[in-house]
Structures are given as structure tokens and as C-alpha cells.
């Protein structure tokens, strides 16, 4: 999961589903996710599906990372599935169906629609230290990502993991998320010492803020 | 694989409402009934963490696709009125991109919730009574099986539902048999069995980061002690 990437297909994409404004896509989610909660045969949820990966191909968003991030919930219908006796063929299609059309949509909602439009449409309904915790945690995302990536470099050039070696595989992998735990605290402090001097008072003023 | 994040379309509607609800009930209660006064210091950490926990569940260890989310630390340092918060952001943002469903994110915060907090709470009583590396472990292990064991709940709640989408009749050796019946002790044992795995092995990395921690940021981890 490519966090730089997917937030680079949601912001720079160009199609005619990322020109859609947000609100509008957002009520169509919803009423796409009420309707297959409801559809219980296999036609129609195949056909919604389809209709999920056609606008993924007609908006040009790569179709490997939209299956990646659809099939994520494979994990838990196989354990699920290993739990229920005498579940049809049918059955678990209309469940498999389902979820992964509802994921999809989902996906293709996100990959089109950026972060601060999401949480612009979200300050609406949410308080405002909500929507300035997810502001905040949006960002830090970024500030913090570029550290991630050489812990994960210094991981590897002390041996990264070695299956054979489990308990100093996991030493080696705590002490390189130690590292990176400090450097976020560290940034943590150097964003607290902004905001003080910036006179932050449980809010942030966005774009498309109704109140500020 | 310490933890599950539940799905879209396998639970009723009943069920994943009250879960918004609940979070929103807890979030209001945590914080005053919604008048936030978080210091700036509070905010910072909070949008770093969840950050934190975001990037840590991108982290996967192949080829299984495990990976940590080191939850329990961040509660430890969040304490658990910024946890409830913390969580929701983290299973929102996670949502967006199929990590976790949509309609299920108040579920989902719940179970994190839980995590977090059991963790934090086990860790500041056993801190005075364990060696650091032993009572990171052990906040971890419990932590993460309340998160499992409230996985495990909200599926129960959900099983009658869960059968109801899953039942078909079907015709075996000239016999009609209804098929599609949960079995939640069997569920149970995957569930709790494979968590186990997880359970231990972010225990394990939980501690190595509590005992660095502790060495690198004493403050961090002795301070929790007045939250």
C-alpha cells in the first residue's frame, strides 16, 4: 500500500471522474453502497461490479491498485467462509460479490477524490478538532513517510529480515521502529512549537470551511 | 495479523449504525461532550501517531502480507482520551483505501479503540511490577486480544444476520438440506489462533520499541505514569 502513490492518483488525476465534484460523487457512494447492500442476486451484483471496474478503466486509474486494494478483504471472507457449514456455491458468491463491489467502490471514490476535498466535505457534519486531527494526520503522513523510507533502507543494509533468525529479525525491526518513533516525536515537537507560535486553538481554516 | 478489519456487506445494518453511534458517544464523552481542549502539544502527537499507525500497517512482511500496527504504543503515549480519536482517524483514512469498510468504521474504531486502551492500561499497571521489555509484552498480548475478543463479539452479534445472507437449500443424496450455519466456536479458534501469532510477534516488537524508548526518551514512557 503506496500511500505517496495512491495520493498522487487522487490529486493529479485528470479524468472526467476526478473533475466530478466531490459532495456528488460522495451521495452517489452512499447510494451505491445502500443498493448492494440490498441487491441479493448474483446478475445484478456481477453487473454493478463490472460497472465499479469499467469507471476504474474509463477514469485511467491504474487497475493493478485498484484490484490490490479491492481483494483486501480476501483474508477475513476466507476465514469467515472456513466457519460456516454447508455455505452454496451461490452464497459465497453473492457475499464475495458484495463486499468486493462495495470495496471497489469505494477505491474508486478515494483514487478520485483527493484527502482535503473528502474532509472539506466532511466538516459539514464533523466537529472541528476532528477535522483538524484529520488534517493533521494527513499531513504527517507525508512529514513522516520520507523517514519511514530510510529506516526501512538502514533495516535492510543491517541484514532486514532473515526468517531464520526470527527474534533478531524482530530486535533489529524494533530498534529501526524505535528510530523512527523518535524522529516523529521529534517532529511532533517541532509542529507543536509551530502551532503555539501560530496561537492554534483546536481548529485549522481549509478550503471549502463553512465556518472559517 | 494481530487484528481484522471487518469488512463492508457482511454485518447488518443495526449493527455497524450502533457502532457510529457508540464511537460518536465515546468520542463526545471523552472530550467534555464535545468541547475540545487539546493543547497544541496533544494535537501534534495525535496527528503524528495515527500517522504512525497508518504507515506501520503499509509495512508488510512478505510473503504472508503480515503486518504490525503498533496500536498498543500508541496508546501508551496517547493515553486513552486521544486513543478513541486516534482510531477513528486511522480506520477512516485506512477505510478509503479497502484496508477496513466504509459503513464499519465505527465497528472498526471501537475494536482499535479497545486495543489501545486495554494495552495503555495494562501497561501503566504493570510498569511498576514488570521489567520494561516483560510489561510491554504483556500490555501488547492483552491488548490485542481484547481487540480480537471484540472482533470476535461484533461478529456474534452479527451471526444471525451473517446466516440469514448465507443460507440456501440444497439437495444432497436425495435429501434437502439448508445450508449456510455459522459456527462461531470454530470462527473463535481461527480467530484467537492465528491472532495468537500476531499477538506474540508485535509483542515482541512492541517491547523492542518500549525498551528503546525507554533508553533514547525516558520521559515518553515514565511520563504516561500522570495521564
Given at each position: 500500500m503506496d500511500l505517496y502513490y495512491i495520493d498522487y492518483i487522487s490529486v493529479y488525476g485528470r479524468s472526467w471522474m476526478h473533475r466530478v465534484p466531490a459532495a456528488i460523487k460522495m451521495i452517489a457512494l452512499a447510494l451505491i453502497i445502500l443498493l448492494l447492500l440490498n441487491i441479493q442476486t448474483i446478475p445484478l451484483l456481477s453487473a454493478m461490479l463490472a460497472a465499479v471496474i469499467l469507471i476504474a478503466i474509463t477514469a485511467h486509474l491504474p487497475v493493478k491498485t485498484v484490484f490490490v486494494l479491492m481483494l483486501y478483504p480476501s483474508l477475513f471472507l476466507v476465514i469467515l467462509f472456513f466457519s460456516i457449514?454447508?455455505?452454496?456455491v451461490a452464497a459465497v458468491l453473492i457475499i464475495i460479490l458484495r463486499v468486493f463491489a462495495i470495496t471497489g467502490a469505494v477505491v474508486v471514490f478515494f483514487l478520485t477524490t483527493s484527502y482535503p476535498a473528502i474532509f472539506s466535505i466532511l466538516s459539514r457534519f464533523l466537529p472541528g478538532f476532528m477535522i483538524a486531527a484529520l488534517f493533521f494526520t494527513y499531513r504527517s503522513i507525508f512529514i513522516i513517510s520520507d523517514s519511514l523510507n530510510n529506516i526501512r533502507t538502514m533495516f535492510h543494509l543491517r541484514g532486514g529480515i532473515n526468517y531464520r533468525h526470527p527474534a533478531a529479525t524482530l530486535s533489529r525491526l524494533g530498534t529501526a521502529l524505535g528510530h523512527f518513533l523518535v524522529h516523529s516525536i521529534e517532529m511532533s515537537q517541532r509542529i507543536s512549537d509551530a502551532l503555539k507560535v501560530r496561537g492554534f486553538k483546536n481548529r485549522i481554516y481549509h478550503l471549502g470551511d463553512k465556518n472559517g | 495479523m494481530s487484528h481484522i478489519h471487518l469488512p463492508d456487506g457482511i454485518l447488518p445494518a443495526w449493527l455497524w449504525v450502533a457502532g457510529y453511534v457508540i464511537s460518536a458517544l465515546l468520542v463526545a464523552i471523552l472530550w467534555r461532550k464535545g468541547t475540545a481542549t487539546a493543547q497544541p502539544r496533544e494535537f501534534a502527537n495525535l496527528g503524528i501517531f495515527a500517522a504512525v499507525m497508518i504507515l506501520a500497517m503499509a509495512l508488510e512482511i512478505p510473503p504472508i502480507g503480515f503486518h504490525f500496527n503498533l496500536s498498543v504504543i500508541t496508546g501508551i503515549i496517547l493515553k486513552p482520551r486521544m486513543s478513541i480519536i486516534a482510531a477513528f482517524i486511522v480506520n477512516l483514512m485506512l477505510a478509503f483505501v479497502g484496508h477496513g469498510g466504509i459503513t464499519v468504521v465505527g465497528l472498526n474504531t471501537l475494536v482499535l479503540t479497545i486495543e489501545m486502551v486495554a494495552g495503555c492500561c495494562m501497561f501503566r499497571f504493570l510498569q511498576k511490577r514488570m521489567p520494561m521489555y516483560g510489561a510491554g509484552f504483556a500490555a501488547t498480548v492483552i491488548g490485542l486480544a481484547c481487540g480480537t475478543a471484540a472482533s470476535f463479539g461484533i461478529i456474534a452479534a452479527g451471526s444471525r444476520w451473517i446466516e440469514q445472507i448465507s443460507q440456501s437449500t440444497y439437495i444432497h443424496l436425495g435429501k434437502q438440506f439448508t445450508g449456510g450455519h455459522l459456527i462461531l466456536g470454530r470462527l473463535a479458534v481461527i480467530m484467537f489462533s492465528i491472532g495468537l501469532i500476531g499477538w506474540i510477534l508485535e509483542g515482541i516488537l512492541t517491547a523492542a520499541i518500549l525498551v528503546f524508548l525507554s533508553k533514547n526518551m525516558p520521559g515518553l514512557i515514565s511520563n504516561q505514569e500522570a495521564g
Open positions: 457449514t454447508g455455505i452454496t | -
